[in-house]
């Protein structure tokens, strides 16, 4: 089975590679770059979803795999806490008979000066988190989730 995710991010490739195996077995996953359709920094859940869906289906589009998926990451306004906003991670799987499939990871809040930094000057959360954490290139690693949650860059089976 051959699987397209709507991003050459390194991370978001190989998480996709190691939850279609546990369902699939075998798979080839690539990574192919792909326009979300969206900000890069998507506010709402209206554009998380929609860039998230966009993705899966331009990465099928381009490839004509099996499967196609995309990851969109963003904020989303939430009362009572302390920033007002949560961000959350929308994964949409879609396939060549036009069927796509949504879920949404827990939502988490981001340090002050984030959030700050995206609604004021309109940087991506990951740029902001690499800014904090004097990592410019942040985002192509990790990213500000792997900060968060202390995660290393995936490097083989048995690696975070």
């Not at 099928?60 to 963003?74: F, M, P, R, S």
């Not at 806490?81 to 879609?94: E, F, H, N, R």
């Not at 940087?123 to 968060?148: F, H, N, S, T, Y």
């Given at each position: 089975?051959?699987?397209?995710?709507?991003?050459?991010?390194?991370?978001?490739?190989?998480?996709?590679?190691?939850?279609?195996?546990?369902?699939?077995?075998?798979?080839?996953?690539?990574?192919?770059?792909?326009?979300?359709?969206?900000?890069?920094?998507?506010?709402?859940?209206?554009?998380?979803?929609?860039?998230?869906?966009?993705?899966?289906?331009?990465?099928?589009?381009?490839?004509?795999?099996?499967?196609?998926?995309?990851?969109?990451?963003?904020?989303?306004?939430?009362?009572?806490?302390?920033?007002?906003?949560?961000?959350?991670?929308?994964?949409?799987?879609?396939?060549?008979?036009?069927?796509?499939?949504?879920?949404?990871?827990?939502?988490?809040?981001?340090?002050?000066?984030?959030?700050?930094?995206?609604?004021?000057?309109?940087?991506?959360?990951?740029?902001?988190?690499?800014?904090?954490?004097?990592?410019?290139?942040?985002?192509?690693?990790?990213?500000?989730i792997g900060v968060l949650t202390d995660l290393l860059p995936c490097q083989?089976?048995?690696?975070?």
């Amino acid at each position: 089975m051959r699987i397209a995710v709507g991003s050459t991010n390194p991370t978001k490739v190989k998480a996709v590679e190691r939850v279609m195996r546990r369902i699939y077995g075998d798979v080839d996953v690539i990574g192919v770059e792909v326009d979300s359709g969206v900000p890069d920094q998507p506010i709402g859940i209206g554009e998380i979803a929609r860039g998230a869906i966009n993705r899966a289906k331009r990465a099928l589009e381009k490839t004509n795999a099996d499967l196609g998926v995309g990851i969109e990451a963003g904020i989303y306004p939430f009362p009572g806490t302390l920033t007002g906003y949560l961000d959350v991670q929308v994964c949409a799987v879609a396939s060549p008979d036009g069927l796509v499939t949504i879920g949404h990871s827990p939502g988490f809040e981001y340090p002050p000066v984030v959030i700050e930094k995206i609604l004021k000057e309109g940087v991506e959360a990951g740029v902001a988190m690499g800014e904090l954490v004097k990592d410019p290139e942040l985002k192509r690693k990790v990213g500000a989730i792997g900060v968060l949650t202390d995660l290393l860059p995936c490097q083989g089976e048995g690696s975070a």
